[in-house]
């Protein structure tokens, strides 16, 4: 009984060739569902037919807008992966100091812990913003005089453009080591270049240990 069913179902679905309307709008209805006065099975048949047309056009509908909403959160994601930048390096692995020098020099971190965006140079010692943002800035400094008795002036600056934004320095001359430490958040532009200078008459001591560390990352883009 249920394959008659079926069937029969099937031969009126396939002998339809009007578009049935869901507005309401009688003018665009097929005279010929007037049969449902006359012929039940009929009537029947072009009700679920109107149902399971219904049915597709609301499972269209959902799926356009769940593939605008997938779009839009590949373009979200797409941004953020865009926006990573962050980088953290150290003064070396080895046994090393810089300095005294007679003249001011830019400091070059060889130790990279984290370089994401290629934003930080080793060549240079420079780190440039890949995009316009708010980035947190950290400089710490640490050098060892060698031996008790001995004098030392640990300290840099932090420099923005060639524009100094923070000065760490720990210079009393009265220890064999000393360190200092800066954080601080800034508004960057993109191309903006940042890195640290080692001033006259100072100088950096650092090991495997990374005593001195130069760290930045990007908080939010702003562009």
Same mark, same amino acid.
């Given at each position: 009984?249920?394959?008659l069913v079926i069937l029969s179902l099937l031969g009126c679905a396939l002998g %339809?060739?009007?578009?049935?309307? +869901?507005?309401?709008?009688?003018?665009?209805?097929?005279?010929?569902?007037?049969?449902? *006065?006359?012929?039940?099975?009929?009537?029947?048949?072009?009700?679920?037919?109107?149902?399971? +047309?219904?049915?597709?056009?609301?499972?269209?509908?959902?799926?356009?807008?769940?593939?605008?909403?997938?779009?839009?959160?590949?373009?979200?994601?797409?941004?953020?992966?865009?926006?990573?930048?962050?980088?953290?390096?150290?003064?070396?692995?080895?046994?090393?100091?810089?300095?005294?020098?007679?003249?001011?020099?830019?400091?070059?971190?060889?130790?990279? =812990?984290?370089?994401?965006?290629?934003?930080?140079?080793?060549?240079?010692?420079?780190?440039?913003?890949?995009?316009?943002?708010?980035?947190?800035? &950290?400089?710490?400094?640490?050098?060892?005089?060698?031996?008790?008795?001995?004098?030392?002036?640990?300290?840099?600056? *932090? %420099?923005?453009?060639?524009?100094?934004? &923070?000065?760490?320095?720990?210079?009393? *001359?009265?220890?064999?080591?000393?360190?200092?430490?800066?954080?601080?958040?800034? %508004? *960057?532009?993109?191309?903006?270049?940042?890195?640290?200078?080692?001033?006259?008459?100072?100088?950096?001591?650092?090991?495997?240990?990374?005593?001195?560390?130069?760290?930045? =990352?990007?908080?939010?883009?702003?562009?």
């Open positions: 009984m249920r394959a %339809q060739d009007k578009i049935f309307s +869901w507005s309401g709008n009688d003018s665009q209805v097929d005279a010929n569902e007037n049969a449902c *006065l006359t012929d039940v099975a009929s009537c029947g048949c072009c009700l679920m037919k109107k149902q399971m +047309w219904k049915l597709e056009m609301f499972f269209n509908m959902t799926l356009n807008e769940l593939q605008r909403n997938l779009e839009r959160a590949h373009s979200v994601l797409n941004n953020i992966r865009a926006s990573r930048s962050a980088f953290s390096v150290a003064l070396t692995d080895t046994r090393l100091c810089i300095g005294p020098n007679r003249e001011d020099s830019v400091v070059k971190y060889s130790s990279v =812990f984290v370089n994401l965006g290629d934003g930080y140079s080793t060549d240079t010692g420079a780190f440039v913003a890949p995009r316009s943002g708010v980035y947190s800035l &950290a400089l710490t400094v640490y050098s060892d005089a060698g031996a008790p008795g001995a004098t030392l002036a640990a300290c840099a600056r *932090l %420099q923005l453009n060639g524009r100094t934004i &923070a000065s760490p320095n720990e210079n009393n *001359l009265q220890d064999q080591e000393d360190s200092a430490s800066a954080v601080l958040v800034v %508004q *960057l532009h993109a191309g903006d270049r940042v890195d640290v200078a080692l001033p006259a008459g100072c100088f950096l001591c650092d090991n495997n240990n990374h005593y001195n560390t130069f760290t930045g =990352f990007l908080l939010y883009a702003t562009d």
